[in-house]
């Protein structure tokens, strides 16, 4: 079975990390930029990781057969900094143009304040120019509301749903990005998201239409091969196998393949 994780982290993860998922039949990875656990204070360490992303990680990930694409942004817990942030929002169109480049993310909230809320606006309009698709990032606290205000912000500026990837939904939230008509992600990410079996409930509850999964792997106790294990909770249910497919490679190609950028 062919196998997508549309949200890693790979820049935390070892060597043995990708030798596992090629072996688990994990073909293509897409790396959304991310909070590295403290807060940067110069615009070159932004301009390095975004280098690094394009460069090494793509790299190490293609000798072990795996794709790896990039989405680039000012995380949402970054953009509180006010003085850093317009230097990265700056620069970051310049990046948006390279190869391997399919979206701007990871995009939204994380306390739900007025510099997060420039930051997305000012993200959704570059991604807009550059004809990019938008991976929105719903916060661990007040999921719902910070999810609710990124639809608004969504609406106000006339996003396409469909270029749209809302992730990190759980039961409190999918309602929300159906009724919107975005792409949904669901992160298996131990203790502070999904386990397997809750993220095939939301499947059992809403279908599998523009719904992909991913591990969001990250430094935290996490498990790259959370999108395997998705897999074979689905087919314990009874999901036949095209199903599964779907779900764990379908729906994420059919999503960064808009742009023409994705190469898979």
């Known amino acids: 079975m062919r196998i997508f994780d ?11 990390d990708y030798e596992h998922m090629a072996t688990a039949g994990i073909e293509a990875v897409v790396e959304p930029a991310f909070w590295l656990g403290h807060p940067r204070t110069h615009l070159g360490t932004f ?27 000012l995380n949402p817990r970054e953009a509180n900094d006010r003085k850093v942030s317009a230097e990265v929002l700056e620069r970051l169109p310049d990046y948006l143009d390279r190869p391997g480049v399919v979206g701007v993310g990871e995009v939204g909230f994380d306390d739900i304040t007025a510099a997060e809320e420039e930051a997305l606006r000012a ?25 609710e205000r990124s639809i608004a912000v969504l609406r106000e500026m006339g996003a396409d749903p469909d270029r ?25 990410y131990p203790v502070t998201k999904l386990t397997p079996e809750r993220a095939v ?20 106790p996490s498990d790259p091969l959370a ?5 074979r909770e689905m087919r314990r249910r009874g999901y036949a196998r095209e199903e599964v497919q779907k779900v764990v ?16």
């Not at 549309?6 to 043995?16: A, F, N």
């Not at 280098?51 to 942004?73: C, K, M, N, P, W």
């Not at 999108?227 to 897999?231: D, G, I, L, T």
């Open 123 to 147: 993200q959704v309009e570059v991604a807009r120019r550059k004809d990019l698709n938008v991976l929105v990032h719903t916060p661990h606290r007040d999921k719902r509301r910070g999810t």
């Open 201 to 220: 409930n939301i499947m059992q509850g809403h279908g599998t239409d523009r719904l992909m999964v991913n591990s969001s792997a990250d430094w935290g």
């Open 164 to 188: 749209v990837l809302i992730d990190h939904n759980t039961e409190e939230t999918i309602d929300l990005v159906r009724a919107y008509g975005a792409w949904a992600g669901h992160t298996v």
């Open 47 to 73: 301009l390095d990781y975004f280098d690094y992303l394009l460069g090494f990680e793509t790299e190490r990930a293609a000798r072990h057969g795996i794709r790896h694409l990039v989405a680039l942004s």
């Open 227 to 231: 999108v395997c294990q998705v897999a």
């Open 249 to 264: 490679w379908d729906n994420p190609v059919a999503f960064w393949r808009q742009g023409g950028r994705a190469k898979l």
């Open 6 to 16: 549309p949200h890693i982290h790979m820049y935390s993860r070892t060597t043995d």
